[in-house]
């Protein structure tokens, strides 16, 4: 398959009837969108239709690659799944890392647009140019380690998997979807989606050799990426030798690492939870991604069983914020997630709200901070809907809600925060208040700036500046997303790089200028979605219990100046001017 | 005692002729020099016969306390020990936490001078105004702890103790100077200086109420000061939660932990030796100094007997360099160190160059990497001077220069280097450079905007800008050795803090010019004394291994950028303007 001239292909599967197509891309929709998120964000935008459930049939699941999937280009075995979330109601994006990506782009698509539902449990499979969909009936209840075990043996190694378990089939709104072992799309309830579309997995292989423009050029832009990966203490050092959860301490000791749903700042036993002890306790050896330095990965060793090292987020959700502090439990609670297809992130704060909700003697179960067992069989009932789980399925939010204490979920959006305590960064807390996709740390990753330094060191209480990077960060790291590229490799390398790679690729002209724009306009669209699906300027905010703390972020007046810088007016809306700058929302794809 | 008008004592003590003699000091002199190093400095420069080995009896060894020793700011529990090092040859200084120096300060004295020396070994007894020098000729060959434990036995728990090891007697050129469990004047051998002058042991009780003349504005700046310190991750949580140790995987990470006696910049094995592992293994207790609210200090607990926790600095060089991976082992020869009285740093350096010349076939005696049995031995020999001990004891500097391999000692003027890899920060080798004590951290910590961020996170492999805060921060912390003050409060502090709280311990006036002048002075005066001692700009250097590396910081433009800041000529003289600006060398104190 070439890409020169870059161009793309889409296939359609339309699972109520069961029908296959595929679609050109334009290079003008490329050059506009990228690939990945940005063209998953643009289909969903245009064939979805408004106000209705996640659930659907007509809400379309992207899968989509970038242009850089599958080129030399280091740590690019990514691909990102698309649609309306369950959890909260917004468009949704989540990456993934593993070789799934890979073997779609080599078969010979830049995404697959899954529509329609299924009756019965089903299997899509994609061999290159040969498309199946295969009863998958015999799979259900299967955690997702079984299934992937039971296609391998099916299909053979090469195929790639991306499946669902109990919670995706229950409709679980903290569903992930899960790829190889340790690579999940977790966030936003995806899985549930697939669920409700009676998808059970997608298998994929493709064997086409992959041409780029520029091949020469790319390894050779290679070789000045590896020595700035390998000289940046962070992408390095750091999470080559501990992975992500060398962030555990780094971020306790900032008084950032909330604990007891979010009523500490900090854990006082995080370090019995520190990367340093995981790896003299349970390390067994690293595992990186295909074609990446940094390799943050680590498999662990648990009672003679490999089990992936839990991240640095789900070392936090289901440990300090439940107050675990044991490295074997939270392998145990992970892999419990992982096989389950949960989010860890949702599961551990909405389990965090279970237990303040119970302290507080509203929930008829009694669950006690840091019960381990009690977690244990509480993730169980949630994915399959069980007793107290039936309520947990629906995410922290909604169960909040029906308790009448809804500021005891630490969501916004709908969407459980992640680890970075924003009373600790007031950047990275108004990154929180206006993600599209919800309390995400991962839109504007505000904490390299505010914690790690990168690329320089500023202030993390003081708001001056921040809504100016918030819109940057924002813009740079939704290209990083369609291109796709993993975000590690941001920490260090700047957007002139990145464009640099996609001309190599392409073949096409780039700048980093139109890299910035192509992310600001998959933002505006992600944006014009929600508010046409009801969503205001009042769900850009925190938590009551953030906004009435001492020292809390100044959030209204960040957000004030961060519309002007948007471009948004007060109501928080796309001036005109600004969706004719960006060419929004633009002509329809059509399939 | 009251300090009004800021005037100030100095108790002299001649051993040879067992006599005592108070001095008054001049409130002129200590608005010159402040006190505590910088007192002992102009001491040291007006009464030390020049060219003559520190073991000298003219040598004089000072113990100084500053004007906030023992007022209610926060964190002064310290006395500077000063003299000739017998390891360097320049004019040394050495910092040292514990109650010694308030009991000093309580007795009513800002200083005390010790010259002359006593054929049998001695203790000297300063009781308030009562003055005694006692044998202690029963006392010869026991460790610091045993030291300390007799003489309490003998005088009671209410006097504080500092004393010499068997290295002290034995003058060992890396003896420390031991007060409290895990307090020790450790850089420099001032141990062998006490050694020479028949010194075993000084010990001291105060009882004067002490009067600053406006207490309640002290507690007022404590508060201030208190609310700033624990919203510092480094000194709010970083040190309280895990000592100094929690600087090794950081360091580690920033590529910047030398191993293998500085053959490589990291140290694969480094987590094993965290401060997560101590603490999840070793910890006891917290430990801090008197009236600290940062509480650096830790005791553990190995095979059922409390040790102190190893420093970061010891960990590194007994751990990291000699590659020794065990806690245990290093909780083991840390106290073996103190017991005998050795500077940890210098003798797992020294070590590291014995290993290292073993493995070229150098040394008679076979050493090998992290071979803990063999280094404990070596530590007792060093301190005994016994064997290959003998040679060690001499530190790496002439050890490597008597075999032949002068670039295997990773010294700077004699002086062993810290565990801050050079290579990494630019900034922190040019301080290593400059130091007047020879290699050192603690001269100008630029390792806090290098690689901490505090205030500002600087590129740690730029060279502008580094003459100019090295400069800086060597006036600003010979103002905080002066004062005393623990240097881990001005992390977060500025100057203004500390003039503020001069002023209203005196009553004084004097601004933050003021204070960064007196640094600047006492600076000038060591460099002073050092040129008078024959050094010159070639000792402003680095160990080859660092200058041929590939990526070595840009040593000579910075000297001469740091030359020029300092309004020294192209050799590294003061030129005669700088020397008339600050009134050097001055009037000589007159006893």
């Known amino acids: 398959m070439s890409i020169k001239g870059w161009r793309g292909r889409l296939l359609v599967v339309d699972l109520s009837q069961r029908l296959f197509k595929t679609v050109e891309l334009s290079s003008r929709l490329l050059k506009a969108y990228i690939g990945g998120r940005g063209l998953g964000v643009k289909i969903v935008y245009d064939h979805t239709p408004r106000r209705v459930d996640a659930y659907h049939p007509d809400v379309p699941l992207i899968f989509a690659v970038g242009p850089l999937t599958a080129t030399p280009f280091y740590s690019t075995a990514r691909f990102c799944v698309i649609s309306k979330s369950p959890l909260t109601g917004t468009l949704f994006d989540s990456s993934c890392g593993g070789e799934l990506g890979l073997e779609l782009k080599k078969a010979g698509f830049d995404a697959l647009m899954v529509k329609g539902s299924s009756k019965s449990l089903v299997s899509l499979v994609i061999d290159d140019e040969d498309f199946l969909i295969k ?8 955690t997702t380690k079984a299934t992937r075990e039971a296609l391998r043996k099916d299909y053979g190694e090469e195929f790639k998997v991306a499946c669902i378990g109990p919670a995706g089939e229950n409709m679980v709104r903290m569903a992930s979807i899960n790829s190889d072992e340790g690579h999940v799309a977790g966030r936003g309830g995806l899985g549930a989606v697939m669920g409700a579309k009676g998808l059970k997995a997608l298998v994929v292989r493709g064997s086409k050799p992959l041409e780029v423009a520029d091949e020469k050029g790319i390894r050779e832009l290679n070789r000045l990426v590896l020595k700035r990966i390998k000289s940046n203490p962070i992408t390095g050092k750091a999470l080559p030798g501990l992975g992500t959860l060398f962030l555990l301490q780094v971020v306790n000791e900032h008084g950032m690492l909330p604990s007891r ?23 067994k050896r690293r595992k990186g991604c295909f074609n990446c330095p940094i390799a943050c990965k680590r498999v662990v060793n648990l009672k003679g069983e490999e089990h992936p090292q839990p991240e640095f987020e789900t070392t936090w959700a289901l440990g300090a914020l439940c107050e ?43 669950v006690t901070w840091g019960d381990v067992e009690a977690m244990k069989e509480l993730i169980a009932d949630t994915a399959h809907r069980r007793g107290l789980g039936r309520t947990l399925a629906e995410g922290s939010k909604k169960m909040a809600e029906r308790l009448s204490r809804p500021e005891l979920s630490m969501s916004v959006k709908g969407l459980e925060l992640p680890a970075y ?35 320089i060191l500023l202030d993390r209480l003081n708001p001056i500046g921040k809504a100016e990077l918030v819109a940057y960060y924002e813009n740079f790291l939704a290209a990083i997303d369609s291109l796709i590229v993993c975000k590690f490799l941001s920490l260090e390398l700047d957007d002139n ?19 910035i724009k192509a992310g ?38 960040m957000l004030e100046k961060y519309y002007e810088v948007r471009g948004w007016n007060r109501a928080g809306k796309p001036i005109e001017a600004k969706l004719e700058e960006l060419g929004l929302p633009g002509e329809r794809i059509t399939m």
């Open 135 to 142: 009863d998958a009936e015999g799979l259900r209840g299967y």
């Open 261 to 283: 749903n979010f009523k500490n700042t900090s854990f006082d036993e995080a370090y019995k939870i520190s990367a340093e002890l995981f790896k003299a306790k349970l390390f």
């Open 324 to 366: 675990v502090a044991s490295p074997e439990a939270l392998v145990e609670l992970n892999s419990l997630c992982n096989d389950l297809g949960i989010d860890t992130i949702s599961m551990g704060s909405t389990l965090a709200c279970a237990m303040e909700l119970s302290e507080e003697g509203l929930l008829d179960t009694r």
């Open 421 to 455: 305590d924003p009373r600790g960064a007031y950047g990275q807390a108004l990154a929180y208040a206006t993600s599209n996709r919800g309390g995400c740390h991962l839109r504007a990753y505000m904490i390299s700036t505010e914690l790690l330094g990168v690329p």
């Open 497 to 515: 790089i990145f464009a640099s790679a996609l001309r190599m690729a392409t073949g096409g002209l780039f700048t980093r200028a139109e890299l």
């Open 520 to 557: 600001e306009r998959i933002w505006n669209l992600e944006r014009l979605f929600n508010l046409e699906e009801g969503f205001t300027s009042s769900h850009d905010t925190l938590p009551e219990r953030i906004l009435s703390s001492p020292g809390a972020p100044p959030l209204q007046a």
